[in-house]
């Protein structure tokens, strides 16, 4: 007669420890016990600027992770063809689980930045500093471009 071996099998699932005995066990994707920092909205407060122009750009993050997210950085961008082009920044505060912060930073659109409309985005942890379990969801683009315009000439 054959003898079962019944080895009790661990898994660390959302947190909780499981015992499974004999059966297999499909792990969860999400990296437990990490920060997830996700933008949830982003707007500039003038539909359009000039080029070393500052304005401001309004954003909310928010931690969906398991853990705690350190102080960290919200960086704004214009989209130009493929290329993000950095306009500004604001820090972020410590955020714990479930937590948001919304805030307002300075932007200025460089020189050399032809005129045109341009996606707006707004990249929590831009720098990559916190270990996230996620960092596909960090950048949000704001629902309308920000045109940008050149000075009328002096004559």
């Given at each position: 007669m054959r003898r079962s071996r019944n080895r009790p099998t661990?898994?660390?699932?959302?947190g909780l420890a499981l015992l499974v005995v004999g059966a297999p066990v499909a792990l969860a994707t999400r990296t437990?016990?990490?920060?997830?920092?996700?933008?949830?909205a982003v707007s500039s407060s003038v539909p359009s600027t000039m080029e070393n122009k500052?304005?401001?750009?309004?954003?909310?993050?928010?931690?969906?992770?398991?853990?705690?997210?350190?102080?960290?950085?919200?960086?704004?961008?214009?989209?130009?063809?493929?290329?993000?082009?950095?306009?500004?920044?604001?820090?972020?505060?410590?955020?714990?689980?479930?937590?948001?912060?919304?805030?307002?930073?300075?932007a200025i659109v460089p020189s050399g930045i032809p005129a045109g409309a341009y996606p707006l985005l707004a990249c929590a942890n831009s720098a990559g500093t916190i270990?996230?379990?996620?960092?596909?969801?960090?950048?949000?683009?704001?629902?309308?471009?920000?045109?940008?315009?050149?000075?009328?000439p002096v004559l």
């Amino acid at each position: 007669m054959r003898r079962s071996r019944n080895r009790p099998t661990f898994v660390l699932s959302l947190g909780l420890a499981l015992l499974v005995v004999g059966a297999p066990v499909a792990l969860a994707t999400r990296t437990l016990g990490r920060p997830d920092l996700v933008e949830t909205a982003v707007s500039s407060s003038v539909p359009s600027t000039m080029e070393n122009k500052p304005f401001r750009v309004h954003d909310r993050v928010v931690n969906r992770g398991l853990a705690a997210a350190k102080p960290s950085l919200t960086r704004y961008f214009i989209k130009r063809g493929g290329t993000r082009v950095p306009i500004g920044l604001r820090k972020v505060p410590r955020l714990a689980p479930g937590k948001s912060s919304a805030g307002t930073g300075e932007a200025i659109v460089p020189s050399g930045i032809p005129a045109g409309a341009y996606p707006l985005l707004a990249c929590a942890n831009s720098a990559g500093t916190i270990k996230e379990s996620n960092t596909r969801n960090n950048c949000l683009t704001a629902a309308h471009k920000l045109k940008v315009t050149k000075p009328k000439p002096v004559l």
